[in-house]
C-alpha cells in the first residue's frame, strides 16, 4: 500500500483498565461505511483543546501493519501476548466536524455505543491528532474560558436576582450537573443563554439526548419536567440580553422536546421580551414540524431558526426522525415560510463520514441548498453509534462511492460560496454577513 511510506500516525488503543498507549509498528485507521484509511499527519490535525479520548468496549481496534500494509483486528497487545486491547476514539472539541470514524470491529454480543461520536484518533509526536475539520473558530464553548469560580458567581447571583423562576433553577442543573456550556454560559453572561421550555415531542430521534425508549442508550441528561411561564421564561431572555453583547437567547435544547410543542407559552414570552428590548437574537432550535405555528413565533418577533437534519432525503430523514404527526414535507415548509419572513435559516446538519459524504447524499444536499432560502450549515457530528447507524441507513441507501468530508465541504464552498458553515448560532449582526 502505497500510503504506508507517508508519515502515518500510531494507534492509539486501551487496556481492559481503560488506559490508553500508542503501538509503535502500527498506524491508525480510520473508517467510512466499509472503508478503511490509515491516518496520515498531512489529513490530520492536533487534537483540540477539550476533546477527549473515548474507550470503545465490546470491540476491537483495526490497524494497519507498518511493515506488509495490512490492516489487521487486534484482539490482543502485539507486545504483551495475552493482554487484551480495545479501540480509543476522540470526542472532538465543539466547532470540529470529524472526517473519519475510529475503525474497529464489534464482538459478536457487543451493546449499543453511547451518544457521542467517535472521531478516528493517533498518535505523533507526543501527541493525538484526529481526523477532523475546524468549522467554528468562535470560543463561544472553549472550557479555558469557562472559570468554574466565575460560574459559581454567576449561580450565587441569579439566585438573589431572580430566587423563584424556575427555569434559572433548571439551568442551575444544566450548568452544575450536565457541565452544559450554554448554560454556563447565562451564567457568565456570554454569548448564548438557552432557554428550555417543552417536555415534549413530536419526533422520537435514534439519538435523542433526553429520552430514550425501549433501548439500551442511556441518555446524556434529563428531559425538563416542567413548562416555564411565560414570565419566567422572559426574565431570562431579558436579563441575558441586557447584560451581554451581540446576546442569543435560544429555544430548543438537549435537555428539552421539541419547541414548537410549547407554543402557547414562548409566543408570549417572545412578545413580553420584544416589549423590553429590540435587541438581541431570539432563536429557536426545531425540527420544524409544524410551519403555522412556527409562522406565528416569526409574527411574534422570533429572529432566526436553525432546522436539525441527518439528511435531505426524505427517507434517510424519517428512519432517523421517526415523526409523529408530521412529515419531511412539513419542515420543508417551515423552511420555506422562514424565507418568506425574511428570517435567518441554519441547517443543524447531523453528519457521518459514510453517509453523509455518499454521493447520493451529496447530490441532494446540493438540489436542496440550490432550491431552498439556506443561510448556514452548522455541522454537528450525529451521536450515535457509527455501525448501528449504517446499517439502519443501509436499509433505506445501499453505500454508494464516498467523496470524502473535506471534499463535500469544499464542493459546497465552490457551489454557494456565500453560504456560510460553522457550530453555533450567530447573533443577528452577523446575518448580513451570511448568503442572501
Not at 432525503?313 to 421517526?322: D, G, I, L, N, V
Request: charged share 25%; with cysteine; aromatic share 10%.
Amino acid at each position: 500500500m502505497s500510503r504506508r511510506k507517508k508519515p502515518f500516525l500510531r494507534a492509539i488503543v486501551a487496556n481492559e483498565q481503560g488506559e490508553f498507549f500508542d503501538l509503535g509498528g502500527y498506524a491508525a485507521v480510520g473508517m467510512a461505511g466499509r472503508h478503511l484509511i490509515p491516518l496520515l499527519e498531512g489529513e490530520t490535525i492536533h487534537m483540540p483543546f477539550g476533546g477527549e479520548h473515548l474507550f470503545m468496549p465490546d470491540r476491537r481496534p483495526i490497524v494497519c501493519n507498518a511493515e506488509t500494509g495490512e490492516f489487521e483486528v487486534l484482539t490482543e497487545n502485539p507486545y504483551a501476548p495475552g493482554e487484551p486491547v480495545y479501540p480509543v476514539a476522540a470526542f472532538n472539541a465543539p466547532g470540529h466536524m470529524i472526517c473519519l470514524v475510529s475503525a474497529y470491529a464489534e464482538e459478536p454480543d457487543a451493546t449499543t455505543l453511547p451518544l457521542f461520536s467517535f472521531g478516528a484518533v493517533g498518535w505523533l509526536k507526543g501527541a493525538s491528532r484526529v481526523a477532523a475539520i475546524r468549522v467554528d473558530r468562535e470560543r463561544r464553548q472553549d472550557v479555558r474560558l469557562m472559570s468554574q469560580d466565575k460560574i459559581m458567581e454567576g449561580v450565587f447571583r441569579l439566585r438573589q436576582i431572580m430566587p423563584s423562576n424556575r427555569l434559572r433553577t433548571h439551568l442551575e442543573t444544566c450548568a452544575l450537573t450536565y457541565g452544559c456550556p450554554a448554560a454556563k454560559n447565562f451564567f457568565l453572561g456570554r454569548y448564548e443563554a438557552p432557554l428550555p421550555t417543552s417536555m415534549h415531542c413530536n419526533a422520537r430521534c435514534r439519538g435523542c439526548l433526553s429520552l430514550q425508549r425501549d433501548t439500551d442508550i442511556p441518555t446524556t441528561q434529563d428531559r425538563i419536567d416542567f413548562t416555564p411561564t411565560a414570565d419566567e421564561i422572559a426574565e431570562i431572555a431579558i436579563y441575558h440580553i441586557q447584560r451581554t453583547g451581540s446576546a442569543v437567547v435560544s429555544f430548543g435544547q438537549g435537555c428539552e422536546g421539541e419547541p414548537l410543542l410549547a407554543a402557547e407559552v414562548i409566543e408570549p414570552a417572545i412578545r413580553l421580551i420584544r416589549k423590553a428590548t429590540e435587541q438581541g437574537t431570539i432563536h429557536m432550535n426545531t425540527n420544524a414540524s409544524l410551519p403555522s405555528v412556527l409562522e406565528g413565533l416569526f409574527e411574534a418577533g422570533l429572529d432566526s431558526i436553525r432546522v436539525s437534519m441527518n439528511s435531505v432525503r426524505e427517507s434517510c430523514y424519517e428512519t432517523y426522525f421517526r415523526p409523529k404527526g408530521y412529515r419531511f414535507d412539513d419542515v420543508v415548509e417551515s423552511i420555506d415560510v422562514a424565507g418568506r419572513k425574511g428570517k435567518f435559516v441554519s441547517i443543524n446538519y447531523l453528519n457521518l463520514p459514510g453517509f453523509t459524504d455518499a454521493k447520493p447524499e451529496v447530490a441532494a444536499l446540493l438540489s436542496f441548498l440550490g432550491s431552498r432560502p439556506v443561510h448556514m450549515i452548522q455541522w454537528r457530528n450525529l451521536n450515535f453509534d457509527p455501525v448501528r447507524y449504517w446499517q439502519i441507513m443501509s436499509n433505506k441507501s445501499p453505500e454508494p462511492e464516498l467523496i470524502g468530508m473535506g471534499r463535500l465541504l469544499a464542493q459546497i464552498h465552490e457551489t454557494f460560496p456565500a453560504l456560510k458553515f460553522g457550530y453555533f448560532n450567530p447573533p443577528k449582526e452577523k446575518f448580513k454577513a451570511c448568503r442572501s
